[in-house]
């Protein structure tokens, strides 16, 4: 951030009077510029044995298999933007189940939400996927997942469903985590 | 927003090519503003039978009661955040239990995550409190609480508390719910 969003001139990074932590602030109006985490909702859609994955078709991480999901966007629930992002990357309607992944990357900034669904009727690839594919246990492509996010998210699937329950798993994905898909960029 | 925070010229408000909703769009250096929802993380500090409660020394709501929450900051986990919350209001520290209550306020473009706690030790006002009290049940401020979200939390905690069973309620406040508190406003 260089420029006030608000008035067009500079801003400058300081902490502000009475607060903790270094904002953008600008002199000239007055407005502080508060930077806040961001909400990535999804699904996890099963259908009998099976889960849905995305090949992606975009950058990050093109040509690697998530799970739909996407950032939330404003003057939406977050279920309704774990459905819109599964409808947008797989055409797919699903029924969701419960909040079933909460993990936070605090070095970048995201929450990612993650709903258990139950796919329902047919799917396709959607403008942002190469392919959608509806995968047993032992096909997952653990080597090629797309985020660290996706695979924590079914590696806890595959514990919980031999106990047929899915309570929800809270967790971090470190700079470590992360490392591991994206190399040290 | 009137101007791009990144090189200062004026934004227009407009579909972005391949988009599906307006945003703010900068034509000098290309940049696509997108803004997006913001967590409110928090806790539900509970003692014995009693629960703590925030009198709000600022605004919105100064004078009405609220359970310790804010929003969720860059770098850090939404746990982190719900126990900095009350920290900073209550001078509290706790051990967090599980995610109790997730609630959207998609009209004002919000997510509440209020963590189950167990208060440790003391407790006292914090700069954003005017008092901090510990209720029971039937001491409960109803009529002059601070956020709808706040009733809902505490709704659910007595009613899940006959059972000792604490599950995550996700819920939604609407416009309605909202106007009860803030009026027409």
Known sequence: MNFCS???EKVRFAVPQGDDRPRYLCDACGVVHYQNPRIVA???PVSGSKVLLCRRAIAPRKGYWTLP???MENAETTQQAA???TREEA???VALANLY?????PHIN???MIFRADLIGSFDAGAESEEVVLFEEHEIPWDTLA???IEETLRHYYADRCNGLFPLHIGTITPEDRERYFGSA
């Open 6 to 8: 608000e008035c067009g």
């Open 42 to 44: 999804g699904t996890l």
């Open 69 to 71: 999901a996407g950032y």
């Open 83 to 85: 459905a819109r992002e």
């Open 91 to 93: 055409c797919a309607e």
């Open 101 to 105: 992944t909460l993990i936070d990357l």
């Open 110 to 112: 995201q929450v990612y």
């Open 147 to 149: 985020f660290p996010t």
